[in-house]
T-cell receptor
Framework: DAMVIQNPRYQVTQFGKPVTLSCSQT?????MYWYQQKSSQAPKLLFH???????NEADTPDNFQSRRPNTSFCFLDIRSPGLGDAAMYLC????????????FGPGTRLTVT | GEDVEQSLFLSVREGDSSVINCTYT??????LYWYKQEPGAGLQLLTY?????DMKQDQRLTVLLNKKDKHLSLRIADTQTGDSAIYFC????????????FGTGTRLKVLA
């Protein structure tokens, strides 16, 4: 089945140790998103790509970076994780056309020790 | 501005109907969505409605849209314990962006 896949589902990292979260999609959607979600709050958009065009949210800390080497893959790099970065990270893709739909992956739960 | 609000909690008995409400502020939104999130999982797209529609029905789900009041609702008929989750409404931001604005989420608890 076409879907959005996130690896790993659970990630533990140490304070200040760089970590990379991965997302892949088989939907061939142009747009890919990274969201941060804490304690069942609304997902907070960090950035998104339309194809290779990168769009950063104004309030996304510089500590968060992203790469999209091709249509299928997108990575979230946290350069120096702090305790406040512990959260669920959700990847999503969006179908752009007459119908606009956004699909989410299962998320990666990040713990910072 | 872009702001989407929902009530935080809703509790219903199994078999009853649930109605989850949402208000939004961006009158230029073309699509409005309902997502379901179960514990520890991503958001599952349940249904959406185009802004030129008043109502959309999909099996047990009915979406009502009042554009004048910028009010969106999701009715779940014959609510089951498996419907217990957090429900987010979302609007597609104004044209020219690819952003979705999410509501604060409503936690639905279904009592057996």
């Amino acid at each position: 089945d076409a879907m959005v896949i996130q690896n790993p589902r659970y990630q533990v990292t140490q304070f200040g140790k760089p970590v990379t979260l991965s997302c892949s999609q088989t939907l061939n959607h142009n747009v890919m998103y990274w969201y941060q979600q804490k304690s069942s709050q609304a997902p907070k958009l960090l950035f998104h790509y339309y194809d290779k065009d990168f769009n950063n949210e104004a309030d996304t800390p510089d500590n968060f970076q992203s790469r999209r080497p091709n249509t299928s893959f997108c990575f979230l790099d946290i350069r120096s994780p702090g305790l406040g970065d512990a959260a669920m990270y959700l990847c999503a893709t969006s179908r752009e056309g007459l119908v606009k739909e956004q699909y989410f992956g299962p998320g990666t739960r990040l713990t910072v020790t | 501005g872009e702001d989407v609000e929902q009530s935080l909690f809703l509790s219903v008995r199994e078999g009853d109907s649930s109605v989850i409400n949402c208000t939004y502020t961006d009158s230029s939104s073309t699509y409005l969505y309902w997502y379901k999130q179960e514990p520890g999982a991503g958001l599952q797209l349940l249904t959406y409605i185009f802004s030129n529609m008043d109502m959309k029905q999909d099996q047990r789900l009915t979406v009502l849209l009042n554009k004048k009041d910028k009010h969106l609702s999701l009715r779940i008929a014959d609510t089951q314990t498996g419907d217990s989750a957090i429900y987010f409404c979302a609007e597609r931001a104004a044209s020219g962006t690819y952003k979705y604005i999410f509501g604060t989420g409503t936690r639905l608890k279904v009592l057996a």
